[in-house]
């Protein structure tokens, strides 16, 4: 048996990129972040992330930035821990 995500709740957008670019340089060194904002993906994804997912707890721009960092870094592994409605969970499967 097959089961959609959207059988589940027809609100969850299906995975793609939410802003696309070349993010490795933000990997190293830490001082680049503050260019962050300025980056026409960096505003997209807050445009993405301005009411979406609904349910999480962080602004925005928390999430804007957390999918930069994971996509920048390309983390083999993560962890989440206690996670209330799993907002950042989604943030960060977008990113990966």
Do not use: N, W
Request: glycine content about 4%.
């Amino acid at each position: 048996m097959t089961v959609a995500v959207s059988d589940f709740d027809p609100a969850i957008r299906p995975l793609s990129d939410v802003a696309p670019g070349d993010l490795g340089a933000f990997a190293e060194p830490a001082e680049r972040l503050a260019e962050l904002p300025a980056l026409p993906s960096y505003r997209a994804a807050l445009d993405y992330f301005a009411a979406y997912p609904a349910r999480a707890l962080t602004s925005p721009g928390s999430r804007a930035a957390m999918y930069h960092l994971v996509r920048a870094l390309r983390p083999k592994l993560t962890l989440e821990i206690s996670t209330f409605h799993a907002g950042t969970t989604e943030v960060i499967a977008r990113a990966l």
